[in-house]
């Protein structure tokens, strides 16, 4: 079955206590994505990849890492988390751009 | 990228055809129209996309109007599933980075 499936799906961490969330496809796409949500603000872009080693700002990048060293990863990397983001995460994939994207199931993520 | 323009809630009856109307009075002539839907926490869904054509997938059509400034996503029995946040994106294909817009959404209800 085609999928985006991240993990975890749910965090709950204290305050800069590094921290990855996985994402991973299983579609060969070569475009991935990572976005928050947050109310009344919508979904906002995070950091992207076109490709393998090719990654990009989004809209929100601060305060995240991002990674591609293969084509079906991409980890989203909270150096020094601050409850700033505490937020609800999203991982979206395509095939060679921000067209028609596949999301992951969201992970929900609590800084304290 | 243009900017759209979409109500911020609608009500449907169940069984009717419920129409989401969206604005896109600056688009230019290399910008398609795409359309996603959230289901309340859901990891958003692709839904369609038109550059000027009208077109119908299994889950619904898109009518643009001839000079391009509007759209409307037209879902033909709507069931109570359908119940989502309904975003309208426009977006130039082949342009350059990988960003990816997503504006505040129709909150469209569908009742019994």
Known sequence: EAQVTQNPRYLITVTGKKLTVTCSQNMNHEYMSWYRQDPGLGLRQIYYSMNVEVTDKGDVPEGYKVSRKEKR?????????????????FCASSLNGPYEQYFGPGTRLTVT | DAKTTQPPSMDCAEGRAANLPCNHSTISGNEYVYWYRQIHSQGPQYIIH???????NEMASLIITEDRKSSTLILPHATLRDTAVYYCIVRAIYNQGGKLIFGQGTELSVKP
């Open chain 2, 50 to 56: 038109g550059l000027k054509n009208n077109e119908t």
């Open chain 1, 73 to 89: 990863n991409f980890p989203l990397i909270l150096e020094s988390p601050s409850p700033n983001q505490t937020s609800l995460y």
